[in-house]
Each structure stands twice: as structure tokens, then as C-alpha cells.
């Protein structure tokens, strides 16, 4: 079939996630074909270097024939094994034993979803399950942070702390609340790291005791909030906010679904501050993208919690058709071989290319802001650096920026509020940083040239 009947086929009947509609019929989509390492190919033959992993996910790069092979070989041999009337697969029990080896020591029960939405809305229904199981039916109320993206679903995108995420949904529910983010670029207080983490610290104290900590259930945080433009907070912070969450009584849970398998450094951000949280969900990175999978991790008091709770004879009616699925399992064992073997050494080594490549780009005259954390960073995009005022959104400038990156063969994420965000795959190259930053000066110099950009400055 050829590009043009695919496009008007996608503009017929494909809804897209996460975008306007009509704007996207008025456009059309851009259709990718093929990948290989940090590089993807269009239909129209445009290599592009993808500085964003797909969606924060490839971490692996594209291309990775072992990992093709695991998932054909579980194909051939059991494409499906259901986990409901007790029955499992070897790769689901193999990669549910993995997982408790590599992630904090608290985590020891692994449950499995097809993403990360479904992993938070997971944790959110095993919460309520375990305060109704352990005799404490009044803690129903959810914390999180301002900015936060914990996915999609019907109560997840409550926790989701985004106007878009909210807008026609009926969401945030009256039991779910935000304390402020650790956004230190554009904070009035102090913004010292203990300045920052003092705050975050404050506002869940002051939010737990005016909900009354009876009625507080958990606190959800990202470790670099992500899809909210890339805040990075002060190293601790995490650890500061578990302490509190372990003070106040209240389940701490860690939202990894980005962060997690490499992206920040460590295998898990946790594992920076030795963070032991009492669930923690992710996604992503966990198959690279080669498949669907997610899954949310608990301790083993609240796992214990969910087990003495059901009762002799009555099963915890939550689950899907695909928890578990034994193909999305193999190709997750695999991928995290390749963690282990190199990439998340290899990520290690090249992150520092990366940093100090943001960093140079604060010389440029749009660059208020750099930032980063292994290989997940930002830049903001600012008209003033001094006021550090935003350009007016009519000019649509992020989409602008992408566009014309587009042209010069790099993909990144430009979010409506003019930051820049990148999540290059563990596999990049010290040469696939001095491309991307080449193609990403050339593109800020071509848009610092339009007139109507010059004047806004
Ligand atoms: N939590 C976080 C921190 C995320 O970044 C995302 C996705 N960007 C999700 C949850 C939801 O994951 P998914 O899109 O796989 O449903």
C-alpha cells in the first residue's frame, strides 16, 4: 500500500493517543518503517536519529536480534499461557524472580500488567484492597505531585497532575491530591537542594495532616518527573520523601515506568539513595518497547495484607488476559540481559557526552534551562533568560522546533511548554551525541532566525 492511501486511511479510522484530533486530520501522520541502533528510517527514506527512544522506552536501541529471537522462540514454542486457574509460564515465574533480584530488597511480589497505566491503576486497586484487607477501610485518599504523569487510566490520570490529562475527564477524583513539584527552575523559594527537598518534605506533612493520616492511603512520586517537562530534584529527595511516607504511616510508592532499567544511571533511580519503597511500577524499559508489558512490585507485608485478606475461598477479582503474557516475558529476560552485559554500562559511560552537550546549549540565546539525570534531560526553552518569561503560545514554538529538527534528521520531544526533552537509548555512541547536538544547534539557529522568534525575544 503506498503513503498516500496509508495516510488517508490513518486519518479515516486511527485515533492517536495524546493528541489533538482535528489538527492531527489536518496534518496526517508521519509513518516510521524501520530501526536500527539509536537511527530510524520513514517511509519516505529519511533516516533520523531518535533521541527520545520511541516514547522513553527503546533504552536497548532498536534492531536487537537477540531479543527478536527470544520473542519468536516463545512464540513458536507457547504464544499464551494464561496466569488465571493457577497456571504460569517459565519466562513470567523466571522474570518475576529477576525482577526481585534487581530492584530494592523491600520489593519481593511482582505483579504484571501490559504497560505502565494499567501497573499504576494496579497499585491503586491493590491499596485499597490492602487497607480494606487489614482493617483500616477509612485510608482512602492518594497523594501526588504537581506535574506528575502516572498514566491514563480512569484513576491513575486523577494522580496524573497535567491540565490535558484532566480537561473533559471528570478527573481529579475528590480523594486524590498534589503538593507542589520540585521544579527548581521556576521556584520562588529556596532553591538550594536541601531548600528544595525541605519543601517537598513540608507540603506532604501538611497535605497527610489535613486529610488526617487516617484517611491518607499512599504517595505516588516519579524519581525525575517526566512526561511534566523533565524536573529533575536534588539527589535525596527521594530518600527524604520515603522517610516521611515510613514517619506519617503512609505506603510510599515509586513510580519507575521511565525512570527504570538504566535510564538515570543506576538499573532503578531508587537505587541511586537506596530508596526501599513499598510498591513500585514500571513499564518502558522493562521490555524496551519490544512488546507490551509493565508491572507493579510490592513488599511482602503488603502482599501478606492482600493474601490473609481474601478470605479461604474468594479470589482477588483483579486481573487481565494478558498478565504475565509468556512472550512479552521472554523478550523482558532478554532485554535485561542486555542491560546487564553492557548497554547499562555502556549508558553509564556515554552519559556524561550528553550532559555536558545540554549544558553547552545554555550558550544558546533560547536556552533558559539545561538539565539531567543519566540519559534523561531537558532544555527550556525561554524569551527572556533573565525573567525567565515563556514565549506566548501562539507562536507554537515547539512544534515549530520539532518540525524543522525533523528536517534535519533528529526526533525528540518538544512539549507545549517549549522544554525539550530527551531520553537517548544505552546503546548511543559518543558520535551519536556529536550528531545529535549538531542537528539540535542547527535546528535551534534555524528557528532563532525566523523573524517573528527574533521579535519575541
Ligand atoms: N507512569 C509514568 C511515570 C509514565 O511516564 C508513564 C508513560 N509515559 C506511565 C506511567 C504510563 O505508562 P503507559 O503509557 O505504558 O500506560
Same mark, same amino acid.
Given at each position: 500500500m503506498n503513503d498516500e492511501s496509508l495516510v488517508a486511511l490513518d486519518r479515516q479510522h486511527l485515533i492517536h493517543p495524546v493528541i489533538n484530533y482535528h489538527a492531527h486530520e489536518k @496534518? &496526517?501522520?508521519?509513518?516510521?518503517?524501520? &530501526?536500527?541502533?539509536?537511527?530510524?528510517?520513514?517511509?519516505? &527514506?529519511?533516516?533520523?536519529?531518535?533521541?527520545?527512544?520511541?516514547?522513553?522506552?527503546?533504552?536497548?536501541?532498536?534492531?536487537?536480534?537477540?531479543?527478536?529471537?527470544?520473542?519468536?522462540?516463545?512464540? @513458536?514454542?507457547?504464544?499464551?499461557?494464561?496466569?488465571?486457574? *493457577?497456571?504460569?509460564?517459565?519466562?513470567?515465574? !523466571?522474570?518475576?524472580? !529477576?525482577?526481585?533480584?534487581?530492584?530494592?530488597?523491600?520489593?519481593?511480589?511482582?505483579?504484571?500488567?501490559?504497560?505502565?497505566?494499567?501497573?499504576?491503576d494496579s497499585a491503586i486497586r491493590f491499596i485499597v484492597n490492602y487497607y480494606n484487607s487489614t482493617g483500616q477501610p477509612k485510608k482512602k485518599h492518594f497523594i501526588s505531585i504537581e506535574r506528575g504523569y502516572h498514566g491514563s487510566s480512569s484513576q491513575g490520570?486523577?494522580?496524573?497532575?497535567?491540565?490535558?490529562?484532566? @480537561? *473533559?475527564?471528570?478527573?481529579?477524583?475528590?480523594n486524590q491530591h498534589r503538593i507542589p513539584c520540585p521544579y527548581a527552575y521556576r521556584s520562588s523559594q529556596d532553591t538550594s537542594p536541601e531548600g528544595i527537598i525541605a519543601e517537598s518534605v513540608a507540603a506532604l506533612k501538611s497535605k497527610v495532616e489535613e486529610l488526617g493520616v487516617d484517611n491518607v492511603a499512599a504517595f505516588f512520586c516519579e524519581p525525575v518527573i517526566g512526561s511534566?517537562?523533565?524536573?529533575?530534584?536534588? !539527589?535525596?529527595?527521594?530518600?527524604?520523601?520515603?522517610?516521611?511516607?515510613?514517619?506519617?504511616?503512609?505506603?510510599?510508592?515509586?513510580?519507575?515506568?521511565?525512570?527504570?532499567?538504566? @535510564?538515570?544511571?543506576?538499573m532503578f533511580a531508587c537505587d541511586a539513595e537506596d530508596v526501599t519503597p513499598d510498591l513500585m511500577t514500571m513499564a518502558k524499559g522493562l521490555t524496551a518497547g519490544y512488546a507490551p508489558m509493565g508491572a507493579v512490585m510490592m513488599s511482602d507485608a503488603v502482599y501478606q495484607g492482600l493474601a490473609d485478606g481474601c478470605g479461604p475461598d474468594a479470589p482477588v477479582g483483579h486481573g487481565y488476559t494478558y498478565s504475565a503474557h509468556p512472550v512479552s516475558a521472554a523478550i523482558a529476560l532478554e532485554v535485561i540481559r542486555l542491560y546487564e552485559e553492557g548497554l547499562l554500562a555502556n549508558g553509564q559511560a556515554v552519559a556524561r557526552h550528553f550532559e555536558a552537550g545540554l549544558m553547552a546549549m545554555l550558550d544558546h540565546p533560547l536556552v533558559g534551562d539545561a538539565r539531567s539525570r543519566g540519559l534523561l534531560g531537558a532544555l527550556e526553552l525561554v524569551a527572556n533568560k533573565n525573567s525567565k518569561a515563556r514565549f506566548d503560545p501562539a507562536l507554537k514554538l515547539s512544534e515549530r522546533i520539532a518540525t524543522a529538527a525533523y528536517k534535519n534528521g533528529l526526533i525528540f520531544r518538544a512539549f507545549t511548554d517549549n522544554v525539550l526533552g530527551f531520553a537517548p537509548a544505552l546503546c548511543y555512541t559518543k558520535e551519536d551525541f556529536d550528531i545529535l547536538f549538531e542537528r539540535l544547534k542547527r535546528t535551534l539557529d534555524e528557528v532563532l532566525e525566523q523573524p517573528d522568534v527574533r521579535l519575541a525575544l
Open positions: @496534518r &496526517g501522520v508521519t509513518i516510521l518503517e524501520s &530501526g536500527q541502533g539509536a537511527y530510524l528510517t520513514d517511509s519516505q &527514506g529519511n533516516v533520523l536519529l531518535d533521541a527520545f527512544s520511541g516514547l522513553w522506552c527503546v533504552n536497548t536501541g532498536y534492531g536487537q536480534n537477540s531479543v527478536v529471537q527470544a520473542g519468536e522462540a516463545q512464540m @513458536r514454542k507457547l504464544p499464551y499461557a494464561t496466569g488465571y486457574f *493457577h497456571f504460569g509460564s517459565e519466562p513470567a515465574i !523466571k522474570l518475576a524472580a !529477576k525482577l526481585v533480584e534487581i530492584t530494592p530488597v523491600s520489593l519481593q511480589h511482582v505483579y504484571f500488567t501490559m504497560g505502565g497505566s494499567d501497573a499504576v490520570s486523577g494522580l496524573t497532575a497535567l491540565p490535558a490529562f484532566h @480537561r *473533559h475527564f471528570d478527573v481529579p477524583l475528590p511534566g517537562g523533565v524536573i529533575v530534584p536534588p !539527589k535525596g529527595w527521594l530518600k527524604a520523601l520515603q522517610n516521611c511516607c515510613n514517619e506519617l504511616g503512609i505506603l510510599f510508592v515509586v513510580d519507575e515506568v521511565i525512570t527504570g532499567f538504566g @535510564r538515570t544511571g543506576t
